[in-house]
DNA sequence: GTATCTGCAAAACATTTGCAATTCT
DNA sequence: AGAATTGCAAATGTTTTGCAGATAC
């Protein structure tokens, strides 16, 4: 359970897999957003990871994560007006935005027509699909 | 059919209806908003309106647009990674993404839990859904 | 030893803010 | 007059770019 060999080895297996070097600063990136559940913007990234890596850079983070998104390791969240945000999951699933906390979770759910190929003639590469309001934990707090 | 009182009857009615004081500046960028069916962008409505309204200023159109929002009379569109897109239209719908000519346009379609109150607890004011990938025009031109 | 990767500094870009001038009632 | 609206200039915050040094194969 513990085992910090083991997770090196499967982050780097799935880095190896897309054809992209596995770096520490890479791996560390990936590590990270595996292991969040908050669909992380670069900036918390950046943060979280700066205490472990402190020569990193917000640029490193910046591309790493733009290749990931090329190479299909993970996929952005538009939802936030201001900062992008990035799932380690690219399957799609739907998002809910709670606007009092500002928590971005993943929906208990499947994405309608998420193995949907094409509409009305139109070829689909991707389904993204979200909700905006108050979140049960909020709504019970008042 | 071409009468411009009437389409600036029922744009000072729609303000008014919404609690929002009509000035020119308002009227003309919700009668671009409501001809257009490309989701513009505050930069494209204000190039276009440049040439009728020479002193008009951006911030003039952000803050009609955030005005315009709160207050429920259109509907922000987060598709593009740096700008944010205006829709004419809050009845929730789906979207269509070309990756090649780079328009984004409405689906012929209902949106589905379009008209859900709440999921697994949580309460829903927006719904929003997206698809990306290559339009039916771009793929018939190869 | 050559490709790639990293990170700094500066630039680019969309959006916001402070404030003064203007306009509406 | 008083309140709301507009618009300029400057600031803010996110992301990109150019480039030099470091690292990996």
Request: charged share 30%; aromatic share 10%.
């Amino acid at each position: 359970m513990k085992s910090q060999k083991a997770g090196f080895h499967s982050l780097r297996r799935l880095l190896e897999e897309k054809n992209i070097r596995p770096s520490f600063q890479r791996m560390k990136i990936l590590d990270y957003l595996r292991k969040s559940k908050d669909h992380p913007t670069a900036e918390m990234i950046y943060r979280s990871l700066l205490s472990e890596i402190p020569t990193l850079s917000r640029t490193t983070v910046f591309s790493t994560l733009k290749l990931f998104y090329r190479k299909g390791l993970i996929s952005q969240v538009f939802i936030d007006e201001s900062e992008m945000r990035y799932d380690p999951i690219t399957k799609p699933h739907p998002h809910f935005k709670c606007l009092k906390c500002g928590r971005i979770f993943d929906l208990d759910m499947e994405c309608p027509y998420g193995s949907l190929k094409s509409v009305n003639g139109h070829k689909i590469y991707e389904c993204h699909m979200y909700f905006v309001g108050i979140c049960k934990d909020c709504l019970n707090k008042g």
